[in-house]
T-cell receptor, first 111, second 114 residues
Framework: EDQVTQSPEALRLQEGESSSLNCSYT??????LFWYRQDPGKGPEFLFT???AGEEKEKERLKATLTKKESFLHITAPKPEDSATYLC????????????FGAGTQVVVTP | EPEVTQTPSHQVTQMGQEVILRCVPI?????FYWYRQILGQKVEFLVS????????KSEIFDDQFSVERPDGSNFTLKIRSTKLEDSAMYFC????????????FGPGTRLTVL
């Protein structure tokens, strides 16, 4: 059975304190791994898609990497506006579009 | 920048009533989806829709649920007889050509069943 596990559940950072979020996955075949940002009461906001091991994507202070078993979202020198829940989702080769989400990591960045 | 829109933002209904949640996907997208998120839980897939038919559905998407694209712009989710456990945020998403393309989500409709 496909599984997506994110850690830690919550992360509290000082402004400027870099850190990494983890997404471990088990799927029969990976079509793609997606990172989203979700603010309270809002819909997931697309950040990155990674398709194969070794791939990296970058956007402002965020960098996503992918291995065969997990993905990392690195937050470099975070600002308070980076506070959100970060969701990881996988798309299996068995599926036409069913994203399977992890529970998310809630990040709070304090000034 | 194109975005997915959803109406209403909040719907309150009595148990047993029918509700229709509406979505306008991004205009050149071909694939449409519904997800739901019960408070404090994961985002869960309900259904995907392409070429005017359901491509895939989850176990949650039983006979009380249906989807429709009544015209060239709207995509709807109908819940025929709501239950208390249907209370959740419902998100519509859309993606372009090719199943590996990114899914873009709407702001959601909060459904409260009393």
């Amino acid at each position: 059975e496909d599984q997506v596990t994110q850690s830690p559940e919550a992360l509290r950072l000082q402004e400027g304190e870099s850190s990494s979020l983890n997404c471990s996955y088990t799927v029969s075949g990976l079509r793609g791994l997606f990172w989203y940002r979700q603010d309270p009461g809002k819909g997931p906001e697309f950040l990155f898609t990674l398709y194969s091991a070794g791939e990296e994507k970058e956007k402002e202070r965020l960098k996503a990497t992918l291995t065969k078993k997990e993905s990392f979202l690195h937050i470099t020198a975070p600002k308070p506006e980076d506070s959100a829940t970060y969701l990881c989702a996988v798309l299996s080769t068995d599926s036409w579009g069913k994203l399977q989400f992890g529970a998310g990591t809630q990040v709070v960045v304090t000034p | 920048e194109p975005e997915v829109t959803q109406t209403p933002s909040h719907q309150v209904t009595q148990m047993g009533q029918e509700v229709i949640l509406r979505c306008v996907p991004i205009s050149n997208h071909l694939y449409f989806y519904w997800y739901r998120q019960i408070l404090g839980q994961k985002v869960e897939f309900l259904v995907s829709f392409y070429n005017n038919e359901i491509s895939e559905k989850s176990e949650i998407f039983d006979d009380q649920f249906s989807v429709e694209r009544p015209d060239g712009s709207n995509f709807t989710l109908k819940i025929r007889s709501t239950k208390l456990e249907d209370s959740a945020m419902y998100f519509c998403a859309s993606s372009g050509a090719g199943v590996r393309n990114e899914q873009f989500f709407g702001p959601g409709t909060r459904l409260t069943v009393l």
